[in-house]
């Protein structure tokens, strides 16, 4: 494979984007090599502008749960866009839209929607300090709630993958309301609770944590931090930025059975487009202005373009039902790479959730940031980077979650194991 034309952009891009990149992972900083610029996408698979073709595991980091340039998604695009692009006014698509959310998701009578994941956690946990009057917040190790002061404090994804202490430019008085413990550990919450349980306005998490490599936390686990939180007044907000209409069409509060009191949405609800949302019981969202005292706003919000494409996407899932054939196609993945790790004796572990998969370079379970910490990650940059030179795009680095689409077909996981199966090859060589 050749990135001539790649690498020209690349550095064309350099001089004029910071790092050539709009997004701090983009650059394959952590994994060695340079980025490859991308030209299209159908379906599975994209090209990038060299002509090379990949199978495409990234899916823009997770919204494109039909596959890349979905006919019916782009045509509700195109229909939309004829009548205007953005009016700042109330449209009768935005209730649609938040009809079909309030429809999937138990625990959310009433719903905002913003621009992007990150407008959503920074919003929600506004609300939550509105609410509660309470200052101090809990967040969990390795999660990534998106790039907001209070939640940018021991984060996963991009500020794990580049190895950022986490708060430069943060005022250190409010990342001391940020309370960091590890995830999957119900034990340090109770002592956080214990210790300044009246102090704090709410515990945000992923309920599948996608940004430090997938972990899924236990049912147990999940029931009682909806019971400790309850006890102590403090709100639950479940970040299904990622997860939310991917395991399931209700989310992960469906596959869990767990209703939280604000849920944050992004990625699958904007079909591709940048849409984010928090939702949740009536009577906390009406201390969201204009009915309530907490203020957020945005001139893009509800935008035509975005809900079209979002609500087009959600009516697709809602009718096809994918998430049982993702699921499966995800256990042939997870049953095939298992069987190469045998094969090939490579320390390695897969964690997965229906269409959300990491391989992570350890011979440790992967249950918390400090066990996905114990990867080799100069190995898993190897693989990375062979994996891009036989056609498959893997996101570029060993924290983030690797995603399925309703479009990838058994052929192409059968393909992607045999071209696993020649870069554990490499690695032993
Ligand atoms: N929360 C979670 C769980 C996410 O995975 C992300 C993005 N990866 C965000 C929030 C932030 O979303 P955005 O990038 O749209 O701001």
């Given at each position: 494979m050749k990135f001539e034309r790649s690498k020209q952009l690349f550095e064309e891009a350099k001089k004029y984007l910071v790092g050539g990149?709009?997004?701090?992972?983009?650059?394959f900083k952590s994994v060695g090599g340079e980025p490859i610029f991308i030209k299209k996408g159908k379906g599975s698979r994209i090209w990038d502008e060299d002509n090379n073709e990949y199978i495409d595991y990234v899916l823009s980091w997770g919204p494109l749960i039909l596959g890349h340039a979905n006919e019916q998604i782009v045509n509700a695009i195109k229909q939309i866009s004829n009548f205007g692009t953005s009016f700042g006014a109330p449209t009768e698509l935005e209730i649609e839209m938040a009809k079909a959310v309030v429809d999937a998701v138990k625990s959310v009578e009433m719903v905002r929607f913003v621009s992007s994941g990150t407008e959503a956690t920074m919003s929600a946990i506004r609300l939550a300090r509105g609410y509660t009057k309470r200052k101090k917040i809990i967040k969990f190790d390795g999660?990534?709630?998106?790039?907001?002061d209070s939640l940018?404090?021991?984060?996963?994804s991009g500020v794990a993958t580049l190895g950022?202490?986490?708060?430069?430019?943060?005022?250190e008085e409010l990342a001391s309301l940020t309370i960091v413990l590890p995830y999957n550990n119900i034990d340090a919450v109770k002592e956080a609770f214990e210790k300044y349980g009246e102090d704090i306005a709410c515990v945000i998490i992923?309920?599948?944590?996608?940004?430090?490599g997938v972990v899924a936390p236990s049912k147990e686990y999940h029931q009682e931090l909806r019971e400790i939180t309850k006890k102590y007044g403090a709100l639950l907000i479940w970040d299904?930025?990622?997860t939310g209409f991917r395991l399931a069409y209700g989310g992960a509060q469906e596959l869990y059975g767990i209703e939280p009191d604000i849920t944050t949405f992004g990625k699958v609800i904007g079909g591709g487009l940048p849409v984010g949302a928090y939702g949740g019981k009536r009577e906390i969202m009406e201390y969201v202005a204009p009915v309530g005292p907490v203020y957020q706003a945005g001139t893009?919000?509800?935008?035509p373009l975005a809900m079209a494409a979002g609500l087009k996407q959600l009516q697709i899932l809602k009718e096809k039902n994918p998430y049982p054939s993702l699921d499966e196609k995800g256990k042939i993945l997870e049953d095939g790479i298992n069987s190469l790790i045998q094969k090939y004796d490579i320390k390695a572990r897969v964690n997965r959730v229906g269409s959300m998969i990491t391989l992570f370079f350890t011979d440790k379970d992967v249950v918390d940031f400090e066990t996905a910490k114990s990867s080799d990650t100069e190995l898993f940059g190897r693989f990375f980077r062979k994996m891009l030179q036989l056609g498959v795009y893997l996101?570029?680095?060993?924290f983030e979650a690797a995603f399925l689409s309703d479009a990838h077909s058994k052929e192409d996981i059968n393909e992607t194991l045999n071209k696993i199966e020649e870069a554990f090859r490499y690695l032993k060589k």
């Open positions: 990149v709009n997004s701090p992972v983009r650059a999660c990534y709630h998106g790039h907001g940018l404090v021991s984060a996963g950022i202490p986490g708060t430069p430019g943060i005022p992923e309920p599948v944590a996608g940004n430090m299904e930025v990622m893009l919000s509800g935008n996101p570029p680095s060993q």
